[in-house]
């Protein structure tokens, strides 16, 4: 239509009632009063005007329309694209709208205006759903893929012509904004052409960098992320920050190079490929520290390790050259220097100035082989920081873990540990995950290792967002990173920064790739690295020259020409990675003191007292009112204290002396057994109390954690060993819902707990409480494969420790027995003695793991308790001093407890057994009167084995046969491993005349129990009539 007509045609329009208005249509928020004032009014022609001409007149308008008709350049740009939208059919009706919304005050542009009342309903909708698909899918587009083989399809919607559009309507302009939205979609975006508009979601969601995070459901956090993605302007970096990150770039790329020539055939799982790594870890550390974080704690796996260790934690090059020589490091007058462990799982830490002039302690912990098993483990060490640190905001300390493509999808401990983002326990504030996506899992591609598009689709489970970035381009990785960090500091949730890249050699570098991805390694083949893409991107663009880019390269490789020159006289420090909480703490090596485990009585009271008080105007339920009575009439000795007292009394003396406990694990507040309730409820309003946080009244908050866990056994258990890293003065448990269910951590088991001190020097106290005892409930809830633990005991079965028989009473008479174990397995029997097991673990100048084959029906049998008297620090045999936790028990009759009692000739036969088939043996022995015959004598440790004990008996003992028995079958229990011991002790004591070890217990079985609960009855009893028969 001619533009006269259309002005002949608004003068027209204005003369009459006014029409429904354009501006309503585009207005979502406005209240009625607001409506009401937009309403459109009559305006007279003459007061037309617009806002960059005063030509108002239609004459003006027709002049300015042939002008455009001979050269489209000669009006300005908004006249033009405002013939633009006449020529694809705007309503005249619609410029009169507009031209009144305009001198009503609207700041709506009164000819865009115009142009948009064009807009219908469908086609906003159909905008918006295209907008949304941008959002949603853009990334399926973006040009993620450094080698561009990955052949995805174009999800049909973000296709315009999806929504009806066509090339036509590429310079129509349109509004789109919608109620509380940012970005693209906010109200107060200006209108646009729908170019504009696709430009702009294609720039924003498909250019190297693709964006998931509408899967999070609160808006808030999507309008964070909109705000920032759809950017209009995104900042552009400086020439410095150029120079920055070329510089960080040559530090990780000239590394690998520099290692490849001088340990060509070593296994280094090199980084090249994904070099943007060490880029993105600085910048996620610089951001952070800028943010507020003082302590970083990282996990990685093996690719890039080296590269992070030198660039990232500053592990001085000099002492990873040295080790890649393979110098056994030690301490001076150290002997301990353990078994070592392959360079690329080592860990380090260091204090790191950051680009601001801060300072941030970053630590990367040491790891096993198996892939993302050290995840959960840095997440408890990081919040056990946060509990010492006081770092309530969980600002001060950071996550960070890293991942291959191939183990964050398939491994399942990366989901028991993204499932604890927000547990209250657990949380650590949120954690950036960067993955190493480099398309490949050693030699299986990404569709015969995950189901889904992604590697990081199990991030989207728990509302993280997922940047995914081509990590070719060195500035969209760091642009990502600080949004990254940016995130988690905002939010306090998991973020995901997935670094799309390849991997230039095979899986190691002696590795032939092309057997099995040759497509793939022919494009690597001429695939320049991303320091070359970016030194030819920085010389396009002509900021940086070629002089200022050799300058930084130069000293990168002086640097690391003069380290390695210093690797050759480096004296490497086997201890450099304790914290400072542990100084003073003993190698195995270095002998410790032995401290009493016993406390005072008035003490005891004290704390059994809070612990068995319940608040006035608490509504406790009936039995649990009941158990709290019973608890107090066990420290008023009333009663004597039964195990779940002996417990809380154990957890409770600690932590009125200063220490921190913890307890973790499935349904650990009530206990699975009903037995702790170190939580309880009120009946009536639900409400919590927790006695042992009202221990004394100046505990520190928080120092008794008991929480129930997820229901998970890798993860938390993982968490909870990480957690016992930090500090020493922390007594951590972790407690299997049944032993049974342990297996599920059994990398954690293996991999960290049984042998981390001898791997990397690293103590570790944490209990794992591991029910475990046959009750009739059939296979999987009657055994911890105790069997397995004690064949990880590193002690020599052969080998009885020397004795010093002067210090029997006064400790250490065994030497650093239990200092040089790596863990210590016990089977009590009575709740003293779990009593001052648990103390012990925290009253000793060193660490080691416990585990502790807990009761299930002990808890409540009537012989297993323990008077008062057995908790106090009153020693209860003369001159004895220390530990009163009692490796062994002597049979009821025994009272001497020297190293050469008396000798009981008439006993016939010692039956040496552990744990509850004690009491059970117990009564049969009393049924056949055998109580003059038959000692019983109970190993409650079996690892380290009280040999001096042991040796004792057989001594005390002349006449009998030395037996062992176990409800276990006899290819699971203690059979197999205190068969050699009891051989070494009775070979010793001049004893031996068989080796095979007479034995009461179950026969073999591949099943570690009867589902029949009458097979299991009358087992039981033959196991018993045969140790107490004779
Ligand atoms: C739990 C576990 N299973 C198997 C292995 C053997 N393994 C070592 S590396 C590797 C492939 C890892 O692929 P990915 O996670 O993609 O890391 P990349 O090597 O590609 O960086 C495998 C299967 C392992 N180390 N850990
Ligand atoms: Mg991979």
New binding site residues.
Partial sequence: MALAAVGRRVGKQLGIAPIACAAQKWIHTAGAAEQQSQQPKAVAMSKLKDSFLDGTSSTYLEELEERYRSDPQSVDKTWGSFFKSLESGVNPEAVAEAFHAFEQGSDVHPLSAAAVSNQTIQESMRLLLMVRAYQVNGHFIAKLDPLGIEQRPVPPELDPALYGFSEKDMDREFFLGTWKMRGVLAEDRPIRTLREVLDRLRDAYCGTTGYEFMHIAERDKCNWLRERIELVEQPQATKEEKMHMFDRLSWSSLFETFMANKYAAAKR?GLEGCETLIPAMKTLIDRSAELGTEAICMGM???GRLNVLANVVRKPMKQIFSEFSGVQPKSEGDTFTGTGDVKYHLGTSYDRPTATGKRVHLSLLANP???EAVDPVVLGKVRAKQYYSEDKERLKNLCILMH????FAG?GVVYETLDMSQLPEYTVGGTIHVI?N?Q???TTDPKKSRSSPYCTDVAKALSAPIFHVNADDVEAVVRASKLAADWRATWKTDVVLDLVCY?RYG?NEIDEPMFTQPIMYQAIRSHPTPLQIYEKRLLEEGVVSKEEMSSITDNVQTTLSSEFDGAKSYKPDAKDWLSSYWKGFMGPDQLARIRNTGVPKDFLRDVGTAISSIPEGFNPHRMIKKVFEQRRGMVEEREDVDWGMAELLAFGTLLAEGNHVRISGQDVERGTFSSRHAVIHDQKTGERYIPMQHISSNQKPGSFAASNSSLSEFGIMGFELGYALENPNSLVCWEAQFGDFANGAQTIFDQFLTSGEAKWLRQNGLVCLLPHGYDGQGPEHSSARLERFLQMSDEDPYMVPAVDESKWFTGGHLGSQTQSINIQIANCTTPANYFHLLRRQIHRQFRKPLLVFSPKNLLRHPAAKSPLKEFDDIPDDKGIQGVRFKRLIMDTSATDRSPHPPEEPSFKRVVFCSGKVYYELAAEREKQGKQKEVAIVRMEQLAPFPYDLVMREIRRYPNAEIMWSQEEPMNMGAYTYVVPRMNTCLETEDRLRTRKLPYAGRKASASPATGFGNVHAADQNVVLEAAIDI
Avoid: K
């Fill in positions: 799982f796996p093996h690719r082989s198996h892939l291959g493509d191939g183990s491994q190493v480099n490949v899992a050693f991997r899986h």
